[in-house]
């Protein structure tokens, strides 16, 4: 009779009918899905038979926003009193077990919502669990009960409340554990890496994944209520000169090879220039470069330009920007307004533009003070194109001895610096230590006063060329407070945010590679300040850019820019201040004589931003808050890419590798 009704309700449609006649029999279903009777209806009405079965199961579920067909809740919802008394159905994997005895069993089951405690009392499921490697994922049926007074974990979200199981199944056998995941993980980062997905169960990672998704959906709604939209530009493009090493993909055309992209800059422009007012990515990008903590060969970044506007429009919604990022991913408010400092002044008083404020250590030039002096580290120094460079460490004496000395000087001859030394202010307000040998009373005076040190204080000193002293000392300062900081003399506060915008770069810098000429500091669509535009034909190394870093802890988070839109300065800065082939960069002219808006933009590290949000939860590289990252060398260890490729398949490129250690041999 069913199978005759079910034909003639679904030939005339009577759905409605169809939903009634079902629910006996999905009910059944629902709690025997393996019920005999299935074989009594036609193949191709089991299809809806199983819908509302499992829709019926679903009704008699509880209303679980997480609900599904293999659980009715997850863990952080066995949470209050409510649910006391009520069957539920949970996921997830074996964290522990515990054995009391020969009826009583413990395991603690953790989900990517938290964990719960599962009481086994039956013999022969506990027979079972025994057998059941951890990190195993189960399946598990029973009902919530309170925990015993003795047992109860207020501090825990789900601590009040246990699950007596009255079935378990196994749904994925853990056959190996790299490391285990109990308690803080030590297990080195390499093999961490290699096996990636089973190191992602670490509640640590997560977390920071969580946050990470938290403040992208934040800044993407910050963005289109300002009324951005969101363009995906491509990742293949041309190979460019200048900048990072870049990535260049073959193709099976002799000769002819993309380049991934450093950053979508071109084509950002282009968009402007085509009438897009506002427009925005979660952009890939890509750099052949070595190791670094603070870089990935891949990476994001939230990209994003705008027309018609200038440096002020771009700097006060990118700090808006960053108040929306900030507080979604960590919680903190920041200020309504970012502080400013010029190129030159985070120079002069850091040696880097991008200044850590966090802590002083202020750098000083100490000519006159220290003119006379008789250090012979310093014999024969032409003054007329060095300085003198110091900084004061308040009540650091305890951490200059010899052996830290020693390797202070060893990390500045390995950054090629100049070799800085050591004066420790003692109770008497004299110097002891290298400096003190080469500096009479007068001089001791008047370092003390321009410092303003005190017993217990280290004055750090070097001498070298105006061009790299300040550079090198910068380095050096961060590399000591670094040290101070992990031997207890300086506090950094993680959760603390000191955001500041440097500005007023210059245009260009001597080229890294050949001698005579000039490169972009940033990249060679910025535009000059306009009061500095003449500059450009008569004394272009003295231009200031209407470029700007967001920096935040030390760490430059992102740069921006106003773009150049005249087609005919573009051409000229390429060509005759850059000595750049125009060819390569035709695109991009092209484009802005179609008639240009004025328009500028930033990109900020989105992994940057988010290593500096959870420093203070533990994170200390990048490859603490991205999925799946490379190694420091590049590599990703858990496929082994990159990994060789047959000649034979090389040969549909047109490539060929050689060995160039046995050319410079022949």
């Given at each position: ?192 890496l290699t096996h990636r997905p089973f190191d992602i169960r670490r509640s640590e990672v997560q977390d920071a994944l969580i946050a990470r998704a938290q403040t992208s959906s934040a800044a993407r709604t910050y963005l289109e209520k300002q009324g951005f939209i969101d363009i995906e530009t491509p990742t293949l493009f041309k190979r460019t000169p200048g900048g990072a090493n870049e990535f260049l993909v073959p193709t099976q055309e002799e000769n002819r090879f993309y380049a991934l992209v450093q950053s979508p800059q071109q ?166 230590s290298t400096l003190a040998k080469g500096v009479d009373a007068r001089m001791t005076e008047n370092l003390l006063t321009m410092f303003g040190a005190k017993p217990g204080d280290v004055l750090v000193v070097a001498g070298g060329k105006r061009g790299s002293i300040h550079s090198s000392m910068g380095k050096m300062r961060t590399y000591l407070a670094s040290n101070l900081e992990e031997n207890g003399f300086l506090q950094l506060n993680r959760k603390q ?170």
């Amino acid at each position: 009779f069913l199978v005759v009704d079910l034909l003639m309700l679904v030939g005339s449609g009577g759905r409605s009918k169809l939903v009634g006649l079902f629910k006996p029999l999905a009910k059944t279903l629902a709690t025997s899905p393996s019920c005999s009777c299935m074989q009594l209806i036609p193949q191709q009405l089991r299809f809806w038979v199983r819908s509302f079965a499992n829709h019926e199961l679903l009704q008699m579920r509880s209303l679980a926003g997480f609900a599904t067909t293999h659980r009715t809740h997850v863990s952080s919802e066995i949470n209050n009193s409510e649910v006391v008394g009520k069957e539920v159905a949970l996921c997830g994997w074996v964290a522990s077990k515990r054995f009391i005895g020969e009826d009583l069993a413990f395991v603690s089951l953790r989900d990517h919502f938290g964990t719960i405690q599962l009481k086994f009392t039956n013999k022969d499921a506990m027979t079972t669990l025994k057998n059941v490697p951890e990190e195993s994922t189960i399946k598990a049926i029973g009902i919530v009960l309170d925990r015993p007074q003795s047992q109860k974990r207020s501090n825990d979200l789900t601590g009040l409340f246990e699950v007596k199981v009255s079935s378990f199944t196994v749904l994925g056998t853990c056959h190996t554990t790299p490391f285990s995941l109990r308690g803080k993980v030590n297990t080195k980062e390499e093999s961490r890496l290699t096996h990636r997905p089973f190191d992602i169960r670490r509640s640590e990672v997560q977390d920071a994944l969580i946050a990470r998704a938290q403040t992208s959906s934040a800044a993407r709604t910050y963005l289109e209520k300002q009324g951005f939209i969101d363009i995906e530009t491509p990742t293949l493009f041309k190979r460019t000169p200048g900048g990072a090493n870049e990535f260049l993909v073959p193709t099976q055309e002799e000769n002819r090879f993309y380049a991934l992209v450093q950053s979508p800059q071109q084509y950002k422009q282009m968009l402007m220039v085509g009438g897009i007012d506002r427009y925005y990515q979660f952009a890939r990008c890509y750099r052949d470069e070595g190791g670094r903590v603070d870089r990935q060969p891949e990476f994001t970044q939230i990209d994003l330009e705008m027309s018609f506007v200038q440096q002020e429009d771009i700097m006060n919604l990118t700090e808006g920007l960053a108040r929306a990022m900030w507080k979604a991913g960590c919680g903190v408010e920041l200020p309504s307004l970012f502080p400013r400092m010029t190129y030159a002044d985070a120079m002069a008083s850091y040696g880097v533009d991008k200044p850590d404020t966090r802590f002083e250590m202020l750098l000083k030039i100490a000519d006159h003070t220290l003119e006379g002096n008789t250090v012979k580290l310093w014999e024969g120094l032409d003054m007329a194109n060095s300085h003198f460079v110091g900084m004061k460490i308040e009540n650091a004496k305890e951490y200059f001895s010899r052996k830290n000395v020693d390797k202070m000087q060893a990390y500045a001859r390995g950054i090629e610096a100049a070799t800085p030394i050591v004066g420790v202010v003692n109770a008497d307000m004299t110097l002891s230590s290298t400096l003190a040998k080469g500096v009479d009373a007068r001089m001791t005076e008047n370092l003390l006063t321009m410092f303003g040190a005190k017993p217990g204080d280290v004055l750090v000193v070097a001498g070298g060329k105006r061009g790299s002293i300040h550079s090198s000392m910068g380095k050096m300062r961060t590399y000591l407070a670094s040290n101070l900081e992990e031997n207890g003399f300086l506090q950094l506060n993680r959760k603390q945010f000191n955001f500041l915008w440097v500005v007023d770069f210059p245009m260009f810098e001597p080229h890294e590679v050949h001698e005579g000429r000039m490169q972009a500091c940033h990249h060679p669509f910025t535009a000059p300040l306009p009061e500095h535009a003449g500059l450009l034909r008569s004394s272009p190394w003295e231009a200031r850019a209407q470029h700007f870093d967001l920096v935040v802890n030390g760490v430059e988070l992102g740069g921006g820019s106003v773009r150049v839109h005249d087609a005919t300065l573009q051409e000229f800065i390429l060509k005759d201040i850059l000595n750049e082939d125009l060819v390569v960069f035709k695109q991009i002219t092209d484009a802005l004589r179609y008639g240009a808006p004025p328009h500028g933009g930033i990109a900020l590290g989105f992994d940057r931003a988010m290593l500096v949000m959870l420093a203070s939860k533990g994170a200390q590289s990048l490859r603490d808050v991205i999925a799946f990252p490379k190694s420091f060398s590049g590599k990703e260890l858990m496929s082994g890419a990159p990994s060789p490729v047959s000649q034979e398949e090389l040969g549909v490129y047109h490539i060929a590798v050689t060995n160039n250690k046995n050319e410079a041999d022949d």
